[in-house]
């Protein structure tokens, strides 16, 4: 069973600029969460998606925003980019939710802000 | 309001254990988890507990007490191999909360 895929690996944008990542969760896995690592702040929730749906959201401003499609994949959107969302943004994927499910990572996408 | 709490850090020898410890505050509480992360991985699921008491998973083992607000997570025979980042998790009402994470140094 093939994990969860993210892409880009690596972005590297500048300010101003909006973003799109994308998250291909495991096979059958309906619910997706969006965190943000950073070496300071560690990892914070940034959404979670359940059926197209957003059923969480974290304490983020409206510059991030995300999606679901009908076949679970997800998308996130930054947009006016700031110096400071500089980081690691994770996607995680489970079975029905943020829940008991242990919730499978991809690696990444690395974002850095020039 | 909610806070979830472990050691920054924590150093320990080869074939020793360590205990990484985890209070926690939050409403709608029904589980909490551990995961490891290697630097520049992703984060890997260890363990869950929604009950009182110890599951053990080979070298690992995960203790929760509801009562108390806490939980840890013990590593036996440590490897070089388990240095790493540990994250506690809480599970709540649709959400999961994670800790800042304990930086695990072993040292040969």
């Known amino acids: 069973k093939a994990g969860v895929t993210q892409t880009p690996r690596y972005l590297i944008k500048t300010r101003g600029q909006q973003v799109t990542l994308s998250c291909s969760p495991i096979s059958g896995h309906r619910s997706v969460s969006w965190y943000q690592q950073t070496p300071g702040q560690g990892l914070q929730f940034l959404f979670e998606y359940f059926s197209e749906t957003q059923r969480n959201k974290g304490n983020f401003p409206g510059r991030f925003s995300g999606r679901q499609f009908s076949n679970s994949r997800s998308e996130m959107n930054v947009s006016t980019l700031e110096l400071g969302d500089s980081a690691l943004y994770l996607c995680?994927?489970?079975?029905?939710?943020?829940?008991?499910?242990?919730?499978?990572f991809g690696d990444g996408t690395r974002l850095s802000i020039l | 309001g909610q806070s979830l709490e472990q050691p920054s850090e924590v150093t320990a020898v080869e074939g020793a254990i360590v205990q990484i410890n985890c209070t926690y505050q939050?409403?709608?509480?029904?589980?909490l988890s551990w995961y490891q992360q290697h630097d520049g991985g992703a984060p890997t699921f260890l363990s869950y507990?929604?009950?009182?008491g110890l599951e053990e998973t080979g070298r690992f083992s995960s203790f929760l007490s509801r009562s108390d607000s806490y939980g840890y997570l013990l590593l036996q025979e440590l490897q070089m191999k388990d240095s790493a980042s540990y994250f506690c998790v809480v599970g709540a009402t649709n959400k999961l909360i994670f800790g800042t994470g304990t930086l695990l140094a072993v040292q040969p």
């Open positions: 995680a994927s489970s079975f029905d939710g943020v829940g008991n499910q242990p919730q499978h």
């Open positions: 507990n929604a009950l009182d």
């Open positions: 939050t409403s709608g509480f029904y589980g």
